[in-house]
């Protein structure tokens, strides 16, 4: 199976800051990531997927790069709302997998 | 507008069985790969199985932990996803999620529903 590891898997910042999670895979998945935002209490939103293609109606502040083994989500500008945990999937291989979670909190 | 509606969660005793449903409306159904994903309490997400569409003869992917005790089908004619779970085990309890594949083998998950949760304790 494909582990992804994300990094942090907490993080503390406060709005406008600049922040990034990196998710690493175990074994190449070319660019099939995809990135979710996880509320309390809600379902996941997709974010980016094919590592770097933004899902419609997600703000140009989130940006996904990476290729291979190592990936990041970059949110530019923190807002209120963005506060929350953040997983990362890889697409390439079965079984899907997930990364750990990363939780965003406001410092 | 797309809607993905689960049901079917519940308390059982471990060694029982339980079937999930999910409902969708506001898209063409039949056309897209479906998943699972679950979420144990206060824990990350979880990958559980998919199923493809009829244009590939709705075959089916799981993970492991749940392969020969969980079955993923499908009805296009009444637009539902079903999760058939048998010989539950304690950590299979979780909240639910059904999810939309978008078009594509490799395609992420684009809407989700709000889940059921499934409690396995006696």
């Known amino acids: 199976d494909i582990q992804l590891t994300q990094s942090p898997s907490f993080l503390s910042a406060s709005v406008g800051d600049r922040v990034t999670i990196t998710c690493r895979a175990s074994q190449g998945i070319s660019t099939y990531l995809a990135w979710y935002q996880q509320k309390p209490g809600k379902a996941p939103k997709l974010l980016i997927y094919?590592?770097?293609t933004l899902q419609s109606g997600v703000p140009s502040t989130f940006s996904g790069s990476g290729s291979g083994t190592e990936f990041t989500l970059t949110i530019s500008s923190l807002q209120p709302e963005d506060f929350a945990t953040y997983y990362c999937q890889q697409l390439n291989a079965y079984p899907i997998t997930f990364g750990q979670g990363t939780r965003l909190q406001i410092k | 507008e797309v809607q993905l509606v689960e049901s079917g969660g519940g308390l059982v005793q471990p060694g029982g069985s339980l079937r999930l449903s999910c409902a969708a409306s506001g898209f063409t159904f039949s056309e897209h790969y479906m998943d699972w994903v679950r979420q144990a309490p206060g824990k990350g997400l979880e990958w559980v199985g998919r199923i493809r569409n009829k244009a590939n003869s709705y075959t089916t992917e799981y993970a492991a932990s749940v392969r020969g005790r969980f079955s993923i089908s499908r009805d296009d004619s009444e637009n539902s996803l079903y999760l058939q779970m048998n010989n539950l085990k304690p950590e299979d309890t979780a909240l639910y999620y059904c999810s939309r594949r978008t078009y594509g083998h490799n395609s992420p998950s684009d809407y989700w529903g709000q889940g059921t949760l499934v409690t396995v304790s006696s």
């Open positions: 094919g590592t770097s």
